[in-house]
């Protein structure tokens, strides 16, 4: 097996080099990693994943898609670098405008942008 290369151990790696990768995806967006970001308590818990971002009046929300009550208990305020950490596909609407939103209906798919 002498010069057999395998190239399945890329994502073995993740934590701390994956923090650090997020944190830089963020910085060239000219995020910092703190910059406050809502979840609903479904993405909170890790209950359901994140399938549509959206930034009303600037605030970025990492949200479930489903319904939920308009109340501040259905949401968690977190370090932005939480969402995206836990979930690189995100980096891909980093780049969202304020009071633009972008929805998928699966992790990995494709985004769809709207502005409202
Ligand atoms: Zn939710």
Redesign the pocket.
């Known amino acids: 097996m002498i010069g057999t290369t395998t190239h399945g151990t890329r994502h073995v790696q993740s934590g701390v080099c994956q923090a650090q990768q997020v944190t830089d995806a963020l910085a060239s967006k000219g995020i910092p990693p703190n910059l406050k970001a809502y979840v609903?308590?479904?993405?909170f818990n890790a209950e359901?994943p994140i399938l549509y971002v959206t930034r009303p009046d600037g605030d970025w929300c990492f949200?479930?898609?489903?319904e939920?009550p308009q109340d501040a208990s259905?949401y968690r305020v977190v370090g932005i670098n939480h969402p995206v950490s836990g979930d690189p596909t995100l980096e891909d609407v980093l780049d969202l405008g304020v009071n633009e939103e972008a929805e998928r209906s699966a992790v990995g798919g494709q985004w769809t942008r709207s502005a409202f």
């Open positions: 609903c308590t479904e993405v359901r949200l479930c898609g489903e939920h259905a």
